[in-house]
């Protein structure tokens, strides 16, 4: 009983770190890059847009379905990253969810596109990591105050996401300390990761979605 203790207490800490290395490297240096993505869904699902306001226009079946195949998309990618990594047990933990984060929010930012939601300014920013706290589970109210001043904003979700999820996940991800039968456990927990997340984060981009069009009508109405 203690051993297991202490065993969840080192992969909870191990998979905060991770989790926190991972986000910081999705939002600084592989960010999706929002023409090249809106090029590929022009592409892929034969949208007629020209912008991302575009977006604004279609049918929300139509989002929701592109959505869903990006959360898909991710499930996979993390399924097979947790299984390659998974080989290696308690000793590739750190790099194995420190990648998995940066799917993670790779997948989120695309979600954010996908509804019209780019993430050029501070502000838009701020709110991408909102949504990342929304599909964590986390209540930032707090936090939300300082949103205008992303340099404190921005760490403090951060870590407030990366606690959360390593006081979720540390249980399940003892089975890792298993290594070679841990291969099947890391690609079936990294698939149901990013599947849990990416639920969530499309919920929060569909309703505020719902909602600025909703603006639009009236103002298009109204003149």
Request: charged share 25%; proline share 3%; glycine share 8%.
């Amino acid at each position: 009983m203690e051993e297991a203790s202490k065993n969840t207490g080192l992969v909870r800490r191990t998979v905060e770190l991770a989790i926190r290395r991972g986000f910081k490297r999705a939002f600084k240096t592989i960010a999706v890059d929002p023409q090249d993505f809106l090029f590929q869904l022009r592409a892929a699902h034969d949208l007629p847009v020209q912008s991302y306001q575009g977006m604004f226009t279609l049918p929300i079946d139509v989002l929701d379905d592109v959505a869903r195949q990006t959360i898909r998309a991710g499930m996979k990618m993390g399924a097979a990253e947790g299984a390659g990594f998974g080989l290696g047990g308690i000793f590739t933990l750190i790099p194995d969810l420190s990648i998995l984060s940066a799917i993670t929010m790779r997948m989120i930012q695309k979600l954010s596109l996908v509804y019209g939601f780019e993430f050029n300014t501070d502000e838009e920013q701020a709110e991408l990591w909102v949504a990342a706290a929304t599909a964590a589970g986390v209540d930032i109210s707090r936090e939300l105050l300082e949103k205008q001043v992303v340099k404190k904003f921005i760490p403090r979700v951060m870590q407030r996401i990366a606690a959360k999820a390593s006081s979720e996940v540390a249980e399940k991800w003892v089975g890792r300390l298993v290594p070679l039968a841990s291969s099947a456990i890391g690609a079936a927990l990294n698939y149901y990761f990013v599947r849990s997340w990416g639920r969530r984060a499309m919920a929060h981009f569909r309703e505020r979605h719902l909602q600025a069009r909703a603006k639009l009508l009236t103002g298009q109405n109204a003149s």
